[in-house]
């Protein structure tokens, strides 16, 4: 059974920073194309960037510049950082694992950026 577990979250104030923590057990993480996407109240998930078994990221050009993604493969961990945070990056996190047709999804880390 794959779990994911995001971690992290919570109120900040425009301009300020959070880092996002996603463990996976239950597999073998090296082989997982991760991906951190978001949710805003009425709106779809959609993709922040991503992360290939090889390191390459991609990101949202929303957050091309200020957010960040790396994995560390020892520890199954898959992070998000997240700089000059706007009113607008407000939503549910969620990191994804996918290899192949198996796709695996966390629970979700909420993210306020308010003053």
């Known amino acids: 059974q794959v779990q994911l577990v995001e971690s992290g979250g919570g109120l900040v104030q425009p301009g300020g920073s959070l880092r996002l923590s996603c463990v996976v057990s239950?597999?073998?993480?090296?082989?997982?194309?991760m991906g951190w996407y978001r949710q805003a109240p009425g709106k779809q998930r959609d993709l922040v960037g991503s992360?290939?078994?090889?390191?390459?990221?991609n990101y949202a050009d929303s957050v091309k510049g200020r957010f960040t993604i790396s994995r560390d493969n020892a520890k199954t961990t898959v992070y998000l950082q997240m700089n000059s945070l706007k009113p607008e990056d407000t939503a549910v996190y969620f990191c994804?694992?996918?290899?192949?047709?198996?796709?695996?999804w966390g629970q979700g880390t909420q993210v306020t950026v308010s003053s």
């Open positions: 239950g597999s073998i993480f090296s082989i997982y194309h």
């Open positions: 994804n694992a996918l290899y192949w047709q198996y796709s695996y």
């Open positions: 992360i290939t078994s090889s390191g390459v990221t």
